[in-house]
Nanobody, 127 residues
Framework: QVQLVESGGGLVQAGGSLRLSCAAS????????MGWFRQAPGKEREFVGA????????YYADSVKGRFTISRDNAKNTVYLQMNRLKSEDTAVYYC????????????????????WGQGTQVTVSS
């Protein structure tokens, strides 16, 4: 069992930055691939980015590529999402998720790959 707690959300102006954190507890954090997803009001939850357990493989949705960076610190059992040049369309609840085991690159953005989910943190970007 893995527990995930997101933090770092808030209100920011367009063009600004935020860094989200996801603290994990429970089973060995370093064994998990970690993903970030988001859900805007009235929309389905969508993939944002993911990182393999080693930190060497990272994957991003086209909508955030070049603006968002995902990283992890296995010693701190924490994964981060650095969000720069934020846009109003980035407004959403952001969730982190954990996947135990290997998934091919083309599946890293699929929600079924992730077994554990956090409660989410709200990010609001004002224009």
């Amino acid at each position: 069992q893995v527990q995930l707690v997101e933090s770092g959300g808030g209100l920011v102006q367009a063009g600004g930055s935020l860094r989200l954190s996801c603290a994990a507890s429970g089973r060995t954090f370093s064994s998990y691939a970690m993903g970030w997803f988001r859900q805007a009001p009235g929309k389905e939850r969508e993939f944002v980015g993911a990182i393999r357990w080693s930190g060497e493989g990272t994957y991003y949705a086209d909508s955030v590529k070049g603006r968002f960076t995902i990283s992890r610190d296995n010693a701190k059992n924490t994964v981060y999402l650095q969000m720069n040049r934020l846009k109003s369309e980035d407004t959403a609840v952001y969730y982190c998720a954990a996947s135990y085991g290997y998934a091919p690159a083309e599946d890293m953005g699929q929600q079924y790959v992730y077994k554990y989910w956090g409660q989410g943190t709200q990010v609001t970007v004002s224009s």
